[in-house]
Nanobody, 126 residues
Framework: QVQLVESGGGSVHAGGSLRLSCAAS????????MGWFRQAPGKDREGVAA????????YDADSVKGRFTVSRDSAKNTVYLEMNSLRPEDTAMYYC???????????????????WGKGTQVTVSS
């Protein structure tokens, strides 16, 4: 079954940390490129980070550089988003996504991702 399941969202104060997890079916994990996106109310869905599942290349949006880190655990077919120094503007629904082959060379547009999870809410209060 093709699926992506996010977890780890929650509510924190500014400056706090959260770690999001995205568990993927084997078929999706082997797609080579998995990304994290977020969407705040009234705003477009934006790319946050991406990484290859079979190589070391990772990509981050400028807005999260130095604060967010994307990692993987291939034994668990899971990709993580470690979020530190959270800000109120990081508040959004966070989605995990996977491309269908093609590799991972940049964040990639949302339209280049074929599979999506249902999302997990992150709320940061000031």
């Amino acid at each position: 079954q093709v699926q992506l399941v996010e977890s780890g969202g929650g509510s924190v104060h500014a400056g706090g940390s959260l770690r999001l997890s995205c568990a993927a079916s084997v078929f999706i994990y082997n797609s080579n490129c998995m990304g994290w996106f977020r969407q705040a109310p009234g705003k477009d869905r934006e790319g946050v980070a991406a990484r290859s599942t079979n190589a070391g290349n990772t990509y981050d949006a400028d807005s999260v550089k130095g604060r967010f880190t994307v990692s993987r655990d291939s034994a668990k077919n899971t990709v993580y988003l470690e979020m530190n120094s959270l800000r109120p503007e990081d508040t959004a629904m966070y989605y995990c996504a996977a491309r269908s082959g093609g590799g991972c060379y940049t964040l990639h547009s949302r339209y280049e991702y074929k599979y999506w999870g249902k999302g997990t809410q992150v709320t940061v209060s000031s």
